[in-house]
Nanobody, 115 residues
Framework: QVQLVESGGGLVQPGGSLRLSCAAS????????MGWYRQAPGKQRELVAV???????RYADSVKGRFTISRDNAKNTVYLQMNSLKPEDTAVYYC?????????WGQGTQVTVSS
């Protein structure tokens, strides 16, 4: 089993920055990719950014150039640096890990962008 613990959400003004962290523990040796998804009220959960086990990065068009995903293999942690935040980035952000045997989700962390 895999456990994902997220941190770093909060309230920020438009144009501000936040960094989310997701620490994974447990059986992650069969990892295919780790990443971040988000879900705004009344909307479906959507991909924000992922990084594969081989280091390939993928971003949603809406966050390209503003968000950066990175990984610290020694700490089994994935980060999401979010810059130039907009009100439409407001959502609950979920960490996700995809493995050969299935996938796991974190509990979610709220990001609110508002003046």
């Amino acid at each position: 089993q895999v456990q994902l613990v997220e941190s770093g959400g909060g309230l920020v003004q438009p144009g501000g920055s936040l960094r989310l962290s997701c620490a994974a523990s447990g059986s992650i040796f069969s990892m295919i990719a780790m990443g971040w998804y988000r879900q705004a009220p009344g909307k479906q959960r959507e991909l924000v950014a992922v990084i594969t086990s081989g280091g390939v990065l993928r971003y949603a068009d809406s966050v390209k150039g503003r968000f950066t995903i990175s990984r610290d293999n020694a700490k089994n942690t994935v980060y999401l640096q979010m810059n130039s935040l907009k009100p439409e980035d407001t959502a609950v952000y979920y960490c996700n890990i995809k493995r050969v045997v299935g996938e796991n989700w974190g509990q979610g962390t709220q990001v609110t962008v508002s003046s």
